[in-house]
């Protein structure tokens, strides 16, 4: 090893809010940083569409733990507030039930309990309060001890195994809510959260239940322009510091010497030298592609091979020349869920069965509730979100993609947006195919490896690689997992790890 080796200019694959938080702290620390994005403008997961005057994100919608983003101007010496506003969103989610029901997911935790008790009963709101209190315990060790730790070795792992078996990992989110809570209904609205980053509710561990009371703790907010703004502010962040940002430049190839990362090449043949490279990219793409599987330890080529996939998506984006407000339909919020008949068979068909399923459930966003002007004046931004089976399951996409959607959107004309057929007037779709061949994620996962108990902390890829010197991993797929607050943390987990 090179004794007095320093590491000077770093390059990052990727433009996501991993790649981004990664190159914004190196770039605070006096770095000099190159970001390379195959796409055509950053953002990742998070790409924007403009189309016929509507503007629709194209991915992560619900903002938590803001502290997080404020931190990354702070490093900088800057205000988020002087870049973008941050709206707080009261309920946090409306959920409509298959019979017609609904239930509130309130901002505010004294609402949320009369919410409850007039849902179902006092017995679920004195649950309520009970689990709460075991999700901050949960939040406490998961998110704020151990959230930013690295995990690099086995034994980091063992350390921390007696604590997490205290809080119960063994157990799901959903039994985990299930020994607080009598009704079903409430316990489907209270377990669904796995499901905002690739997880089983039904297989995803009870540690993830610090999700919960992460909103709890700091709330759900929106971003005014939506979350291309807060992109566009972390970009412009970046360049002020003095980084480079190369768009439309795909990486090929992690260029490495005697096991060392020392740059990368793009597609075109370009060559950019790098003392360290930090990857957003997809991990099993830049693992198995850009660097191949000759620079891959045994070990880790198995480990890949049986980690398993998360879920994958189909999104409907698509704009209306009316507005809903609720006169002729049920009121929508800006974050709807629409759960349908089945729940744990529903989940298990897109897991583990992974086929297309007859009924659904749904998360609609409405964005224009909140914020008017990412539509035309009199025109209303949606778009309507169902987790689906990856690809390594038999759904033929090709046959599928269009009854599925016209499914999709006769549901929702039928029971939440009248004559909504006759009021489209743009629309994309993207489905398993869009994450596979646009962003490289192994069979078309939408958010990289499910969050199982096996597969987190040590269990996932590390942020430093154990194969390659100085080649670090931030997103989705490594350590802690998918979320902007987990992105963001994998990001000052890289920082750290450089820095030391």
């Not at 000099?32 to 194209?58: I, K």
């Not at 850009?290 to 398993?308: E, H, I, N, V």
């Amino acid at each position: 090893m090179i004794k007095d080796f320093r590491i000077v200019d770093i390059s990052v694959i990727g433009c996501g809010f991993g790649g981004l938080g990664a190159a914004i702290r190196l770039a605070a620390r006096g770095h000099r940083v190159n970001m390379f994005e195959a796409r055509d403008q950053p953002g990742g997961r998070a790409y924007t569409y403009r189309q016929d005057g509507f503007v629709f994100d194209g991915g992560p919608t619900v903002i938590t733990a803001p502290w997080m983003i404020e931190e990354l101007f702070a490093v900088a010496g800057r205000d988020l507030h002087d870049y973008v506003e941050l709206v707080p969103l009261d309920p946090f989610y409306r959920i409509y039930f298959d019979d017609g029901s609904s239930f509130e997911y309130a901002a505010s935790t004294e609402q949320m309990l009369a919410n409850i008790a007039a849902f179902s009963g006092d017995d679920d709101a004195d649950g309520y309060r009970k689990m709460l209190q075991k999700t901050e315990r949960i939040f406490e060790k998961g998110f704020l001890e151990l959230g930013d730790q690295p995990f690099l070795r086995f034994g980091d792992m063992a350390r921390i195994s007696p604590d997490l078996l205290k809080l119960g990992s063994h157990q799901t989110v959903y039994q985990l809510v299930k020994r607080y809570i009598s009704d079903d209904k409430l316990r489907q609205a209270l377990s669904f959260h796995p499901l905002l980053v690739g997880g089983n509710p039904f297989t995803t561990t009870s540690i993830y239940a610090l999700i919960h009371h992460l909103e709890r703790e700091w709330g759900v907010w929106f971003v005014k322009g939506g979350t291309t703004a807060l992109i566009d502010a972390l970009v412009k962040l970046f360049q002020e510091l003095g980084g480079t940002l190369h768009l439309g430049a795909p990486v090929a190839q992690i260029v490495t010497r005697d096991g060392r990362a020392t740059g990368v090449r793009l597609n075109d043949g370009r060559e950019f030298g790098a003392d360290a490279v930090v990857s957003n990219a997809d991990v099993s793409n830049t693992l198995e592609h850009m660097l191949g599987p000759s620079a891959l330890k045994a070990s880790t080529r198995l480990r890949l091979r049986t980690l398993q996939d998360s879920m994958s998506l189909m999104v409907i984006y698509f704009g209306t020349n009316r507005l809903y407000r609720g006169e002729d339909a049920p009121q929508l919020a800006h974050h709807t869920i629409m759960l349908g008949p089945r729940y744990e068979g529903l989940l298990d068909d897109v897991f583990k069965h992974k086929v297309l399923s007859d009924d659904f459930s749904l998360y609609l966003h409405m964005p224009t509730l909140t914020d008017a002007s990412l539509a035309p004046p009199g025109c209303e931004a949606f778009y309507v979100l169902s987790p689906v089976p990856n690809l390594n399951g038999a759904v033929d996409w090709e046959r599928a993609a269009k009854p599925y959607r016209d499914n999709i959107m006769s549901f929702l004309e039928e029971r939440y947006l009248p004559n909504l057929s006759r009021h489209i007037i743009t629309e994309r779709v993207i489905d398993p195919r869009h994450f596979a061949n646009e962003l490289h994620s192994r069979s078309g996962a939408a958010f990289s490896f499910e969050p199982k108990l096996t597969q987190s902390a040590w269990f996932r890829p590390h942020n430093r690689s154990a194969d390659v010197e100085n080649l670090y991993l931030v997103g989705a797929g490594t350590h802690p997992g998918a979320g902007v607050p987990g992105v963001l943390t994998s990001a000052k987990i890289a920082d750290a790890l450089i820095a030391s």
